[in-house]
């Protein structure tokens, strides 16, 4: 289990950059042993993933839509994931929230697999 918290957003510019980050506090887990993963819902929309990635940071997958865009990354050092948000586009906006697992079976995980889930943050992308 742990507990995690997001922070970083805010109002961007489209075509500009963002970079959102999310603490995670394991007690029975090392951070190197847990799969995180972003999510985000916009408005009027299902929550959608984003990114997930493994636990030692060596398997990535990004949903089409910000492939190419949007890196995520971790921080063993700081038990910290983040997503860099390079060139964010109106349809971005949403509310991101970041995930923890630790347990599943394959990867990609499921989205049932994360257990532990921040309370979001704001991300308002204006043209």
């Known amino acids: 289990q742990a507990q995690v918290e997001e922070s970083g957003g805010g109002s961007v510019q489209a075509g500009g950059s963002l970079t959102l980050s999310c603490t995670a506090s394991t007690l029975h887990r090392d951070f190197d042993d847990v799969a995180m993963g972003w999510f985000r819902q916009a408005p009027g929309k299902e929550r959608e993933g984003v990114a997930c990635?493994?636990?030692?940071?060596?398997?990535?997958r990004y949903t089409d839509s910000v492939s190419g865009r949007f890196t995520a990354s971790r921080d063993s050092a700081k038990n910290t994931l983040y997503l860099h948000m390079n060139d964010p586009k109106p349809e971005d906006t949403a509310v991101y929230y970041c995930?923890?697992?630790?347990?599943?079976?394959?990867?990609?995980?499921?989205?049932?697999?994360?257990?532990?889930w921040g309370q979001g943050t704001q991300v308002a992308v204006s043209s």
């Open positions: 990635i493994n636990d030692d940071g060596q398997n990535i």
């Open positions: 995930a923890a697992a630790t347990t599943w079976i394959k990867f990609p995980l499921r989205p049932e697999e994360y257990t532990d």
